[in-house]
């Protein structure tokens, strides 16, 4: 046993399980004690770890034997949770619109996760970051117990990821510092210098079919034929419960965005198109975590555009662009009076933002990382939500969208030092870990495994 700690990963999909099985060859020989048990909710994902040499737990098995006890006033009074933000992220994805199906969904998984979590006693568990039910659930029931709880996500540093610690903000812990070796500082000036110079987005290796642009190329992949028909297979054919089981929701999504996509290119504006003077706002992908759980009070981009402009002088105007995620995935129907009136500007996918950043009176983000590239170019940049850059000392932060009329009154200036930045991007680096999730390469997965054996030994903080 590993320091007597025990140990639970939490698996949500099969390239979860693919990805830790693969992992756990170097994790024994770092940990040979290691005291590890895998929570699958995919059914399928008890099957690939079947011969692992861990306790794997099937979660939809497991939870058949209980029944949702505690009404929602009561989730929250236990939790310390309001059911609306655990149940937001899956019924908008999904586009699940029973609510009392949602609650008594929620009530059952607590309940059930707290019986597991009697029964194995866990000192420790680790999942990626998400904002479905399953997630959030767990996230509570770890509070609740007193179970320390990481969740991995990209960091902005390629190759790397943050492990955030009892939280669902990623929030650099005080005791974080900027000390660095001469090698690591030298990389960071490095991978910002490239950035700006050649206009690059680092985007995950498990991320990188996302960002396409919307059209039938995107759709009709091998790739995405294979998941479908392993979706269908699992759902209609092995019977395989899981958390991804909207498969026709997806599917129409997909379309209705392609339909967008056509739609929105009456709206497209280019780079010469802007006036002199705009404050540039970035689109979130919509129902990202970084909105539904950690900014839900901005989760309307629609009316947030609405009350920026509202906000903003007369003579300035928005200029806004679609993730590139997540192209075609907004209406910008219900907007056409301010882009008519040439309040608002939709910029074409093609337009890169870093020239955005650069032209841009100054950014207006809540949490994007397009905040984090605008600091890379000294570029001015006010937040609206909660981000990992905010309150650093390198923003402008604003409690509500209608602080944005005092900004402006006011005066705009230049919020922070080069030495403010470069102390907040050494402790970013600092509290980021080697390896991203999902990619099989030998290199990755030594070095994702010394990281995680650097979590579960209490190394990493």
Known sequence: MQNGRKIIIGLIARRDAAFFRDLLPQLRQELPHLDLTFLTFHAGCETMLQHCGFSVYNFHRWKRTFSPQLSAPQIETRYGMPVENIIVHEALTHHHHDHTKLVRKTALYLQALEALFEKIQPDLFITELGGFIAHLTVFLVCRRRGVTHYTIEPAFFPKRCFWVKDSLYARLPADIGPQLEETEQAYIRSHVAEIVDKKLINI???????????NLRKLFTLRNGNRLISKLTDKYIRGCEEEFDAVFQVVRYNFWKLKNRKINAKYYSQLADLPGKFVYYPLHVPLDVQLTVRSKSYLNQHELIRRVIANLPDELVLATKEHPASIGAYDFRPLDDLIKNRRLMLLHPTVSSHDLVDRALYVLTVNSK???EALFRHRKTVTLGDSIYRGEGITTDLESVEDLKQ?????????????ALDTFLRRSYNWSLPGELYEHSPENLHRFSSSLSQVISGAAR
């Open 204 to 214: 995950p290796d498990k991320d990188q079919n996302h960002f396409k642009d919307m």
């Open 370 to 372: 397009v905040g984090i």
């Open 407 to 419: 900004l402006h009154q006011r005066g705009l200036r230049k919020e922070f030092s080069d030495e």
